[in-house]
C-alpha cells in the first residue's frame, strides 16, 4: 500500500499563485510516475499534469504554460506549481500515483486538496 498526503491548497485571488504538493509513503513500491488531476463540480475528472519516472511530463492543454510539475524523487513528493490563476482553475485537485511492487501495477488516489479561486 501506499499512502499519500496532499498539502497545499486554499483560496487564492486571480493571478495568484499556488503550490501544492504530494507526498507518497509506504514500503516495497517503486514509483512509476506521479500526477495530479482536478475535478470540478458536475464535471468530469481531468488530467492537470503527471510526471513519469524518466522526467518526461505531461499537461492538461488549458494549464499549459502555467503550471508547471516536478519531482522530489528521494522524497518521493511531487510538487504541482500554480501560476497566473484563474477562476476556471476551482477544483478538488487529486494527487495520484503509478507504482509497481514487484513486477504488478497498482495506482493510488489522495483524499483531495481544495483550490478555489476567486476576486
Known amino acids: 500500500q501506499v499512502q499519500l498526503v496532499e498539502s497545499g491548497g486554499g483560496s487564492a485571488q486571480p493571478g495568484d499563485s499556488l503550490t501544492l504538493s504530494c507526498a507518497a509513503s509506504?514500503?516495497?513500491?517503486?514509483?512509476?510516475?506521479m500526477g495530479w488531476f482536478r475535478q470540478a463540480p458536475g464535471m468530469q475528472r481531468e488530467l492537470v499534469a503527471n510526471?513519469?519516472?524518466?522526467?518526461?511530463?505531461n499537461y492538461g492543454d488549458s494549464v499549459k504554460g502555467r503550471f508547471t510539475i516536478s519531482r522530489d524523487g528521494a522524497q518521493n513528493t511531487v510538487y504541482l506549481q500554480m501560476n497566473s490563476l484563474q477562476p476556471e482553475d476551482t477544483a478538488l485537485y487529486y494527487c495520484?500515483?503509478?507504482?509497481?511492487?514487484?513486477?504488478?501495477?497498482?495506482?493510488?488516489w489522495g483524499q483531495g486538496t481544495q483550490v478555489t479561486v476567486s476576486s
Open positions: 495520484k500515483v503509478d507504482f509497481r511492487v514487484g513486477t504488478t501495477g497498482f495506482v493510488s
Open positions: 509506504g514500503t516495497g513500491f517503486e514509483i512509476r510516475g
Open positions: 510526471i513519469h519516472i524518466s522526467g518526461d511530463t
